[in-house]
């Protein structure tokens, strides 16, 4: 898998991921951007503990700060950024989260997927956890398993914008066009600006100049 390709549609989606809040609508609108949305509307939640108020804003803090680490491409200082805070807070699963996926990235699919199962674990009521268990698995290339993630994301949340175009992409991968361009139009109407990340995402290469495709993404 050629991660260099992958790269933006990584770190926009990425976004969905590590921002504190609560999931409170769809993202309809993800910018298109190398850099990660942290106001993304689906957002991981944080995990109920007996936390301060105070430590729950320094955890805040240091998890933003990780997110910087990553958004910028230095995946191993986001990787120990985030064990920092697991070491301070092990229910923490924003951290569990953001470092499974930075290790993903890093090339350590198989740890990557070790942390993000813990985050699951730690809160299996976030939806942002499904995705980055579809996101990770899909590094792995275990295309099946990312799907049915990708499946329970859109369960909760219908019009999510990154599992319907993931999902698309995986069809691609899969050598099934006609479902690929289904669910490359179905993401596209609920966001047209997935339309220039497709145009430049080696999933769809091999569609450029089919009028079918072309139309789906013509400006």
């Given at each position: 898998?050629?991660?260099k390709?992958?790269?933006?549609?990584l770190v926009?989606?990425?976004?969905?991921l590590?921002?504190?809040?609560?999931?409170t609508?769809?993202?309809?609108?993800?910018?298109d951007s190398?850099?990660?949305?942290?106001?993304?509307?689906?957002?991981?939640?944080?995990?109920?503990?007996?936390?301060s108020?105070?430590?729950?804003?320094?955890?805040?803090?240091?998890?933003?700060?990780?997110?910087?680490?990553?958004?910028?491409?230095?995946?191993?200082?986001?990787i120990?950024?985030?064990?920092?805070?697991?070491?301070?807070?092990?229910?923490?699963?924003?951290?569990?989260?953001?470092?499974?996926?930075?290790?993903?990235l890093?090339?350590?699919?198989s740890?990557?997927l070790?942390m993000t199962?813990?985050?699951?674990e730690?809160n299996?009521?976030n939806?942002?956890?499904?995705y980055n268990?579809?996101?990770?698995?899909?590094?792995?290339?275990?295309?099946n398993?990312s799907?049915?993630?990708?499946?329970?994301?859109?369960?909760?949340?219908?019009?999510?914008t990154?599992?319907v175009?993931?999902?698309?992409?995986i069809?691609?991968?899969?050598?099934?066009?006609?479902?690929?361009?289904?669910?490359?139009?179905?993401?596209?109407?609920?966001?047209?600006?997935?339309?220039?990340?497709?145009r430049?995402?080696?999933?769809?290469?091999?569609f450029?100049?089919r009028?079918?495709?072309?139309?789906?993404v013509?400006?």
């Amino acid at each position: 898998m050629n991660l260099k390709h992958y790269s933006m549609y990584l770190v926009l989606s990425f976004g969905l991921l590590i921002t504190s809040g609560c999931a409170t609508e769809s993202a309809h609108n993800q910018p298109d951007s190398s850099k990660p949305n942290t106001s993304s509307s689906i957002e991981i939640t944080q995990n109920s503990n007996t936390q301060s108020v105070e430590q729950t804003k320094q955890y805040t803090t240091e998890i933003a700060e990780a997110q910087k680490l990553f958004s910028d491409g230095d995946y191993p200082g986001a990787i120990a950024a985030a064990q920092l805070v697991v070491d301070k807070s092990p229910q923490n699963d924003q951290a569990y989260s953001l470092k499974g996926f930075a290790l993903a990235l890093n090339g350590d699919t198989s740890q990557g997927l070790d942390m993000t199962k813990k985050a699951y674990e730690l809160n299996p009521q976030n939806v942002g956890n499904f995705y980055n268990m579809a996101m990770v698995y899909k590094l792995m290339g275990q295309l099946n398993e990312s799907k049915g993630w990708f499946d329970k994301v859109l369960e909760k949340d219908p019009n999510n914008t990154w599992s319907v175009y993931g999902i698309a992409t995986i069809y691609a991968d899969q050598q099934q066009d006609k479902e690929a361009l289904k669910w490359l139009g179905r993401a596209i109407k609920i966001d047209p600006t997935v339309k220039d990340v497709a145009r430049t995402q080696d999933h769809f290469e091999r569609f450029h100049g089919r009028e079918a495709f072309e139309n789906l993404v013509a400006p």
